[in-house]
């Protein structure tokens, strides 16, 4: 989920292992295989991400907006076959998930034919919180998709040193001109680690991982700009992702790169510092929970 705030405006873009496995066929079609295009397949992952992004009726329920799923290579290079064990085959791959759902179907011609005719009928798997990364592959109009969570280590480390890995990931990404969904950003400027922004982040990282809730809003009712001028940072623009289940840094950045509103906060020119942190609960939905708080004074 995305939050950005400048000059008093708000905008909102945005363990007991299981095996929850269901081959989806809606139209006639044999086993899903094959390697997907680069360009099709982050196109499918950008529009999901974008689906999540934002609130959704599903099944005559309102959802909340739930965090962007990071691709991964290992998840798009499974194979299923009738009766394949799923765990299994993603191990096989070199993922080793906690949790991993597939979703299987034929016909769409394209990335955004794909998503129409399974954002209603799988509304329910593609919201879940309890995922946090993605792989898509196709051959011809043959879709597959895979939803899962990674195994997630009790202890990524100290959350300061987790937090500039961050931000190095993220300066290295704002180095390079890209393209977040339909907007065009040229190369941005390195971001500065401000002790005041991490900080702010790991109030919010513990507080979602300890109430086992993921949105901007905190529990007490504060909003990024309150939690970053209560750790005295003045600010005059803030924003913040956050992001919820996956097992690294470098998984976490990934995911907000490949959802087009988080991508674009991340690449804003006028932020000048940042500052992230993650918190653990084993017994939360997601399990881990990240912030990253952009800012400029």
């Not at 194979?79 to 949790?99: I, M, S, V």
């Not at 950045?253 to 084993?282: D, F, I, K, R």
């Amino acid at each position: 989920m995305v939050r950005m705030i400048g000059k008093g405006r708000m905008n909102r873009n945005q363990n007991v292992m299981r095996h929850c496995w269901a081959r989806y066929a809606l139209a006639a079609g044999g086993l899903v295989c094959g390697i997907a295009s680069g360009q099709e397949s982050s196109e499918l992952v950008g529009l999901i991400n974008a689906f999540r992004t934002e609130p959704q009726s599903c099944q005559g329920a309102r959802n909340d907006a739930v965090g962007p799923l990071a691709p991964d290579a290992a998840l798009a290079r499974v194979k299923l076959g009738a009766g394949a064990n799923l765990l299994e085959a993603a191990r096989e791959q070199g993922y080793q998930a906690a949790r991993i759902e597939a979703i299987q179907v034929s016909g769409p011609a394209n990335a955004a034919a794909t998503l129409n005719l399974i954002q209603e009928r799988y509304c329910r798997q593609l919201l879940s919180p309890q995922y946090a990364q993605i792989g898509v592959s196709h051959t011809g109009a043959a879709w597959q998709i895979l939803l899962a969570r990674p195994v997630v280590s009790a202890d990524l480390g100290d959350w300061g040193q987790v937090g500039r890995e961050i931000l190095r990931l993220t300066s290295s990404a704002r180095a390079q001109a890209r393209t977040c969904g339909d907007r065009r950003f040229n190369a941005a400027p390195p971001l500065a680690w401000t002790p005041g922004l991490g900080a702010a982040a790991l109030v919010h990282s513990r507080d979602m991982a300890e109430r086992n809730y993921f949105r901007h809003r905190g529990n007490d009712g504060s909003e990024v700009g309150d939690r970053a001028r209560s750790q005295g940072y003045r600010w005059r623009r803030v924003g913040e992702n956050i992001a919820a289940g996956q097992g690294s840094a470098e998984q976490a950045v990934s995911a907000w790169l490949s959802s087009p509103p988080h991508c674009a906060n991340l690449m804003t020119p006028q932020y000048a510092e940042m500052g992230a942190a993650y918190a653990v609960n084993p017994t939360s939905d997601s399990t881990i929970y990240w912030t990253q708080v952009f800012g400029t004074r």
